[in-house]
């Protein structure tokens, strides 16, 4: 009697092992769309604290986040995905922002989501600036925005 493998069950092995290996790569991108986002939140959230910091010390927020370095921020915060850029929007008078960034991986009005400051261009209220157009947007829909304002 010989002994091996037969073709089929070759054949049967090399499918598992493409089954197995598609589902490891999937869940491996959808850690990293998280670990990506956890970024985003992060930055926002510095560049939150560093503007009430340049606020606290001049009595207005900047017309752009490069203002901030080096003085409240060690450098000007980089997007993780190349081209892809944080949004930062001050009110004319300098007394209030929008500032956000778009996510990948959460749900409208879950997590972070369910206590950031979604922007509303009908509302005419200065503190709740909208980005300008095509640049984010800020509603928490097809395209979920982490926004703060002060």
């Known amino acids: 009697m010989k002994k091996g493998f037969t073709l089929i069950e070759l054949l049967v092995v090399i499918a598992i092992i493409g089954i197995l290996s598609s589902v490891v790569v999937v869940s491996l991108n959808s850690a990293r769309a998280k670990a990506r986002d956890a970024k985003r939140e992060l930055d926002v959230q510095m560049v939150s604290k560093a503007l009430a910091m340049y606020f606290d010390s001049s ?4 017309a752009t986040i490069a203002t901030l ?6 450098t000007a915060p ?11 929007v001050p009110s004319a008078d300098g007394l209030s922002y ?16 369910a206590s950031d400051r979604d922007c509303n261009s009908s509302s005419g209220a200065t503190t709740n600036l909208c980005f300008a157009t095509g640049v984010v947007g800020g ?3 097809a395209d979920p925005v982490y926004d703060l304002v002060p």
């Open 59 to 62: 009595g207005a927020y900047p």
């Open 69 to 74: 370095s080096p003085t409240y921020l060690p």
């Open 78 to 88: 980089v997007a993780p995905n190349v081209g892809e850029t944080y949004s930062y």
């Open 98 to 113: 929008h500032l956000g960034a778009r996510l990948e991986q959460v749900t409208s009005g879950v997590g972070v989501l």
């Open 139 to 141: 509603f928490d829909g």
